[in-house]
Nanobody, 121 residues
């Protein structure tokens, strides 16, 4: 089992910045790709950004140039630096991680509990 603990959400004015963190923990697992998703009220959960264990990144078009995803493999932690925030970025942000069981070599996917980001205009 892998636990994902998120932090860093909050209330910010439009144009401001926030940094989210997500730390993964669990024995007998190696963490592969990690990412951030978000879900606004009445909308489907969508991918915001993802990063592989090798550092390759992928972003939603709506956040390119404003958000930066990074990770510290030694700490199994992924970060999301969010700049130039807009009201439409308001959502619950969820961390996601792919983890491979060291014994069975099976890949599992886990979600964090979510952290609220609210951008006031």
């Amino acid at each position: 089992q892998v636990q994902l603990v998120e932090s860093g959400g909050g209330l910010v004015q439009a144009g401001g910045s926030l940094k989210l963190s997500c730390a993964a923990s669990g024995s007998r697992f190696s963490i592969n790709a990690m990412g951030w998703y978000r879900q606004a009220p009445g909308k489907q959960r969508e991918l915001v950004a993802a990063i592989t264990s090798g550092g390759s990144t992928n972003y939603a078009d709506s956040v390119k140039g404003r958000f930066t995803i990074s990770r510290d493999n030694a700490k199994n932690t992924v970060y999301l630096q969010m700049n130039s925030l807009k009201s439409e970025d308001t959502a619950v942000y969820y961390c996601n991680a792919g983890a491979r069981n060291s014994y069975s070599d099976t890949m599992y996917y886990y979600w964090g509990q979510g952290t609220q980001v609210t951008v006031s205009s």
